[in-house]
């Protein structure tokens, strides 16, 4: 590690007038030395993002930066042209966004647009730029460099394409590299495998690396350097060994407490219980007609699948993206019409019932979504949304607000959030009133779809416990769906994998942890970030230094 | 363990009042409404306003020019070919307008609207349907269509209310459609599909107000192209009948004496403008103030 990259020294970014706060950034200092790794870690809103676009002179109009310098390889970035800031950018720095998806110009070819950045930055000839290009995609680990050359990003999958934008980030050997949460639109096994290319890069480019994550898991994995945000303000910085091992602010000790766990300590008992849910080969197959010359074709979004769901019992279904368990679960609700097989609640048939039957049978199990924004009506009061489904089944409104105002409070909500509309309440917020509004019908199962995924760690653990207390509580039965092993540990008795549509282990969650005996389990569990890293019992650390 | 009580959000404005509050700062809305306001209201107490009968016609008062050309304050804005006082005209010609405008674009927004949302909701073989009927309707020239049925039916004013109507539905259907489409994928309608929520009652409760800022501005753009129709349809004869006292028409009666006597075309003409010009702003300010990306 020798000599500094990137100095940020006392930056502060004003906001406009009229936020919740004067400064999206405040008094920030930071610096990123050669072959360093830095992460900057925070929760949603608190200007880690901020500081990555001011480093690469990216800011938005509204925002102003008001002090502070920002030193890349010796010169001021704040007080360079703009024509200065195109000549670093893609040449001496370059970033790696969040959206793989967007990041790539659809019209062109991959091959065309890593060439792009030689082109721009060098005049180098047509030759030397395609062999460069066909070099760096090899560096990157894509398979078969020339076919990938000549493919548009659409042919790609989302880990390839995050590659491809990695490979045109290092295209001019970049001294310093920033990626904004670059493996959050990921699955967990490409974000292991981009996660170890930084590493390697670090390695043999010697490049500083500033990664923005809010994901302390994915800081344990790679940092050299950690630096904790909290609304703008820095509130600990140090070595990862440091921070992640022996925090002293009470800030980043609340952000380790929040990271999920890898075990659960508490197994319960619940092989005896009655059966309140049996899916008996399950199936939902998608015809794609024949057309301009193509054959008709099926595709299999979910082959046979079967399960029981005991009383009290949370069972996890697990899975990375394209694995099936959205369509297992739309296809048990019968939001989607399964293709064959049976779910069975309470002897009755959800899959076979008629249409007209669904109403009723459909009471008995209840679902909370995961965008917290697009769950609730925009244009209905709160207390509206959540008497809608008891006065729905003929119970008397009166009655229904009653049973309303005991269950915002069951969320720890005060009685007053029912006259307000979606729009007053933050993410978490709204995700207690989807629970609650599910809870209205006072079903026997809740289906909790990726109920979490959405929310900040520290609020996802608060949502966690509130769960599992009305679970015990109210007797519930849940499913609970979701692509993180590391959440599903925290609250489900029991584990279902699933990759291509298809069961692939069933057992105790402990069980799945310490031994899998599938392949693909394996692999997920091997490819969790930062299982190096033992988190820290925050109760015999020495008292906190805010 | 017992998570903390989360403390109640702070007093945010409910979305009713943060959009009172950015219709307050909007230039062009709180403009168009006034003058929007106004042309309602000279409609509404035209017997009060105007000055002489709209009809009665003064043989020895023929085309005295307005005030601003030499006239007499006695007729304002002059009196046109028969010696009706024009300003009596115009202002019993804003009913017919208003009226021609707010009841063909409320035909056309019941027919549109319906046919969108359904499209839209069910998908599938009644969306097929629809769309069919909003490409038979789009290849239909309107004002062809229009001219021919009212030469056929005769041109009262609830004919060519009801013709416009049945002809400006388009916008409604394709917009509503797409729109539909859109919130029909959002989770809350999943939501209450869960909850036993009824079709119909989905459609009304959870779709149609989360639409409603796209019909507000669909209706006031058909509004302005219903007037600026019948005006057309006046000029061109087969409007409104004369006597009635409508912009159109005093337009198409003017325009023999376009090159000496402009002022005959232009009072009503600017008129006509000012109406339909307030009526798209008054359109776009609704669409700016109620824009989803305010209100998430």
């Given amino acids: ?546 | 363990m017992t998570p903390p009580m989360v403390s109640p959000p702070a007093p945010v404005l409910s979305p009713r009042r943060q959009m009172l509050r950015r219709a307050l700062r909007h230039r062009g809305l709180i403009f168009s409404s006034i003058v929007l306001g106004l042309i309602v209201l000279i409609a509404v107490f035209a017997p009060l306003l105007a000055p002489y009968d709209p009809y009665k016609q003064s043989l020895i008062a023929r085309m005295k020019p307005p005030v601003y050309l030499g006239g007499t304050w006695k007729y304002p804005l002059g009196t046109d070919a028969l010696g009706r006082d024009m300003l009596s005209r115009l202002i019993y010609g804003a009913r017919v307008s208003l009226m021609i405008g707010l009841v063909s674009a409320g035909l056309s927004a019941v027919i549109g609207t319906v046919m969108g949302i359904s499209a839209g909701y069910f998908g599938g073989r009644v969306d097929r349907f629809v769309q069919y009927l909003i490409n038979v309707r789009l290849a239909m020239p309107v004002i062809l269509v229009a001219l021919a049925t009212v030469s056929l039916l005769g041109g009262s004013m609830f004919i060519i209310m009801i013709v416009m109507g049945l002809l400006l539905w388009d916008r409604f259907a394709v917009v509503l459609r797409s729109a539909t489409m859109q919130v029909r994928a959002m989770e809350y309608i999943e939501a209450a599909e869960m909850l036993g929520a009824r079709q119909s009652r989905i459609l009304w409760k959870e779709i149609l107000p989360n639409v409603s800022s796209h019909l507000i501005v669909i209706f006031t753009l058909e509004m302005a192209h219903a007037i600026i129709l019948e005006a057309g349809l006046s000029f061109l004869g087969l409007g409104v009948q004369p006597p009635t006292p409508s912009w159109g028409l005093m337009i198409s009666e003017g325009k023999e004496m376009l090159l000496f006597d402009s002022w005959l075309i232009m009072i009503p003409g600017i008129a006509l403008f000012l109406l339909v010009f307030s009526i798209n702003m008054f359109g776009d300010g609704i669409r700016d103030v109620t824009a989803p990306e305010g209100r998430n």
């Fill in chain 1, 1 to 546: 590690m020798t000599g500094t990259i990137l100095s940020i020294e006392g930056l502060t970014v004003d906001l406009p007038k009229g936020g919740d706060r004067s400064h999206a950034v405040e008094n920030l200092s930071v610096t990123v030395g050669a072959g360093e790794i830095v992460c900057i870690v925070g929760e949603s809103g608190s200007g880690k993002s901020i500081t990555s676009f001011a480093t690469m002179a990216l800011l938005p109009r509204a925002l102003n930066v008001s002090s502070g310098r920002i030193v890349f390889e010796g010169q001021d970035i704040l007080k360079l042209s703009e024509a200065d800031h195109a000549r670093l950018r893609g040449n001496r720095m370059a970033m790696i966004f969040q959206e793989p998806m967007t990041a790539l110009n659809p019209c062109y070819t991959v091959g065309d647009q890593i060439e792009e950045v030689f082109l721009s930055h060098t005049d180098m000839p047509k030759a030397e730029r395609k062999a460069r290009t066909l070099a760096l995609l090899t560096e990157v680990r894509m398979p078969d460099p020339p076919r990938i050359y000549a493919s548009y990003p659409h042919q790609l999958s989302g880990g390839q394409r995050q590659r491809i934008v990695i490979a045109m980030a290092l295209a001019l050997d970049p001294s310093l590299l920033i990626a904004d949460e670059p493996t959050t639109a990921l699955d967990v096994t490409t974000q292991a495998q981009i996660l170890s290319m930084f590493r390697e890069l670090r390695r043999t480019r010697g490049a500083g690396i500033m990664l923005v994550t809010h994901d302390f898991d994915v800081v344990a994995e790679v940092a050299d350097k950690v630096v904790v945000m909290q609304r703008g303000v820095v509130v600990e910085q140090g070595t990862a060994d440091e921070v992640l091992n022996r925090p002293k602010h009470p800030y980043t000790r609340q952000l380790i407490d929040a990271v999920p766990r890898r075990a659960r300590d508490d197994a319960r008992e619940t092989a005896s219980r009655p059966e309140v849910l049996r899916v008996e080969e399950l199936t939902k197959t998608y015809r794609i007609p024949a057309s301009f010359g193509r054959a008709a074709r099926e595709v299999a979004a979910l082959r046979p699948a079967s399960f029981s769901l005991r009383e009290g019992e949370t069972l996890g279904i697990v899975g990375e993206s394209g694995s099936g368990k959205s369509t297992l679960v739309r296809a048990l609700l019968r939001l989607i019409d399964p293709t064959s097989g049976r779910v069975m609640i309470d002897g009755k048939d959800i899959a076979a019932a008629p249409k007209s039957s669904l109403r009723t049978l459909r009471r008995d199990i209840q679902i909370v979504f995961q965008d917290p924004y697009g769950s609730l009506n925009p244009r209905r009061t709160i207390g509206d949304q959540l008497v809608e489904g008891p006065v729905n089944f003929g119970v008397p409104r009166a009655q229904a607000m009653e049973r309303a105002r005991d269950l915002v409070r069951i969320v720890r909500l005060g009685e007053e959030v029912l006259q307000r509309y979606p729009n007053q309440f933050s993410g978490g917020q709204r995700q207690r009133l989807c629970i609650a509004r599910a809870l209205m019908v006072e079903p026997k199962i809740l289906v909790a779809d990726e109920a979490v995924s959405a929310l900040d760690v520290s609020v996802q653990k608060e949502v966690l416990r509130l769960l599992a207390e009305i679970r015990d509580r109210m007797g519930l039965s849940m499913l609970f769906i979701t692509h993180d092993l590391r959440v599903a540990a925290q609250i489900c008795d029991d584990v279902i994998v699933m990759s291509k549509g298809e069961i692939v282990e069933r057992g105790a969650i402990g069980r799945v942890f310490a031994d899998p005996q599938h392949p693909y389990t394996r692999e997920l569990l091997a490819a969790m970030p930062g299982q190096g890293w033992k988190v820290p019992d925050l109760s015999a650390l020495p008292p906190a230094v805010a």
